[in-house]
C-alpha cells in the first residue's frame, strides 16, 4: 500500500484584487494613448510607491506610472488615463465612479482637477472645462468597457506581484492584437 501525499500550495494575494483592476485599468489606458515606461507600483508600510529611476509617489496605495507624449491633446488623455482606474473599478464591483473618485480615485480626482486648472489657465471657460471633463468621463468608460479582457488580464498578474515593470508590461499586452498601440484611441471611441 502507498500513502498519497497531495500538498497544496496557496498563495494570498498581496494586493485587494480590486486595486489590480484599477491599477490595470490606468496601464491598459496609458499602453492604448501610446504611452511608454508603464510600471504598477504597490506601496509599502508608508504608502511611499516607488518607480524604476527614482521615480516615488507618496501618501498612496499602489501607482500606475507612465510617459505620454502626444502634446497636441495631452489634457484630454491624461484625464482618460486618470479616470480609467476608477472605471475599471466600477466594471468590476459595479460602485458609482463618482463615489470612487471620493475614496480610491481621491488621488486621481485631485490630478484631474489640476489638469482641468491648466486648462483654465490656457483660457478655457468653465462651459469648456466642464466639456472636456464629461468628454473624458465617457471616453474612459468607453475605453475600459472595450478593453475589459485585457485589462482582467493585466489585473491577474498585478494581483500577485508589488512591482510590474514595464518590460513585463509590454511583453504581456504587445501579445494581444487588439493592444496595437499604433491606431489612433481617441478617435476609434468616438466612432
Ligand atoms: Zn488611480
Request: hydrophobic share 45%.
Amino acid at each position: 500500500m502507498s500513502e498519497a501525499v497531495i500538498i497544496e500550495f496557496s498563495r494570498k494575494p498581496l494586493w485587494k484584487r480590486s486595486m489590480a483592476v484599477h491599477e490595470a485599468g490606468h496601464a491598459v489606458a496609458a499602453w492604448l494613448n501610446g504611452a511608454i515606461n508603464i510600471e504598477i507600483s504597490l506601496a509599502d508600510e508608508f504608502r511611499i510607491a516607488k518607480g524604476s529611476s527614482g521615480k516615488i509617489s507618496d501618501d498612496c496605495r499602489a501607482v500606475c506610472f507612465h510617459d505620454t507624449y502626444n502634446a497636441r491633446t495631452y489634457i484630454l488623455v491624461d484625464m482618460i488615463i486618470l479616470f480609467a482606474g476608477v472605471m475599471a473599478e466600477h466594471l468590476y464591483s459595479d460602485e458609482d465612479p463618482k463615489i470612487l473618485l471620493k475614496k480610491s480615485g481621491r488621488g486621481d480626482a485631485v490630478d484631474i482637477q489640476k489638469l482641468l486648472d491648466e486648462h483654465r489657465q490656457s483660457g478655457a471657460i468653465e462651459d469648456e472645462c466642464q466639456a472636456l471633463y464629461g468628454r473624458a468621463y465617457s471616453l474612459s468608460l468607453e475605453l475600459v468597457k472595450r478593453y475589459w479582457w485585457e485589462i482582467i488580464a493585466l489585473a491577474k498578474l498585478t494581483e500577485n506581484f508589488n512591482y510590474i515593470p514595464y518590460n513585463k508590461i509590454r511583453s504581456l499586452l504587445g501579445m494581444f492584437p487588439s493592444m496595437n498601440q499604433g491606431f489612433n484611441i481617441l478617435k476609434e471611441l468616438e466612432a
